[in-house]
């Protein structure tokens, strides 16, 4: 089945710099790759997502690369905010009738320092 | 309405008991999860339901019984559960394949005594 490994686990930046998140995955037909965000005692929360036909997606502060030759993705994050500080779940999975099978990534606990 | 719902929101139940978690969406999504998460884990995927029909099990322990009435209501029945069964119960639901949004309900913390 398939495997997400995420790094790092824990991220301290400064308010106003750039976080990056990275994930590989294993399985090659893989297709959809959304980031969730998790505040602490809330639901994940789509934040933003990449299908395997696109290299690159922004969507104002927020942008995520893919490579599908090396079989890894990441989350960009600019000009960071306190209000960004949470945990940030990447996953993978195969788009398919029966329903999005994700496997989540270990999580990566963000810390944004005003 | 964007919301998926899920009752109740804390649940505390004994190794004996049979209790049932709710979980109700009105997008009109046709694909229904259960996801189990651990303190400081991901969630992991425990069922999935397509059109009503259950279309993933993964290895999921009988102890733990999903339901589908319709297509907006997902039941997870609980029955002999053990203290490590004790975690976030998550439902979330997605349109269909062409739209892979996965919307997650707030949960339901179960304890386990």
């Known amino acids: 089945g398939e495997n997400v490994e995420q790094h790092p686990s824990t991220l301290s930046v400064q308010e106003g710099d750039s976080a990056v998140i990275k994930c590989t995955y294993s399985?090659?037909?893989?297709?959809?790759f959304p980031w969730y965000k998790q505040e602490l005692g809330k639901r994940p929360q789509l934040i933003i997502d990449i299908r395997s036909n696109v290299g690159e997606k922004k969507d104002q502060r927020i942008a995520v690369t893919l490579n599908k030759t090396a079989k890894h993705f990441s989350l960009h994050i600019t000009e960071t905010q306190p209000e960004d500080s949470a945990v940030y779940f990447c996953?993978?999975?195969?788009?398919?009738?029966?329903?999005?099978?994700?496997?989540f990534g270990g999580g990566t606990r963000v810390l944004v320092k005003p | 309405d964007t919301e998926v719902t899920q009752t109740p929101k804390h649940l505390v139940m004994g190794m004996t008991n049979k209790k049932s978690l709710k979980c109700e969406q009105h997008?009109?999504?046709?694909?229904m999860y259960w996801y189990k998460q651990k303190a400081k884990k991901p969630p992991e995927l425990m069922f999935v339901y397509s059109y009503e029909k259950l279309s993933i099990n993964e290895s999921v322990p009988s102890r733990f019984s999903p339901e589908c009435p319709n297509s907006s209501l997902l039941n997870l029945h609980l029955h002999a559960l053990q203290p490590e069964d004790s975690a976030l119960y998550l439902c979330a639901s997605s349109q269909d394949r062409a739209n892979t949004e996965a919307f997650f309900g707030q949960g339901t913390r179960l304890t386990v005594v």
């Open positions: 996953a993978a999975s195969i788009i398919k009738a029966a329903g999005n099978k994700l496997t």
């Open positions: 997008m009109g999504h046709r694909a």
């Open positions: 399985d090659s037909a893989s297709n959809y």
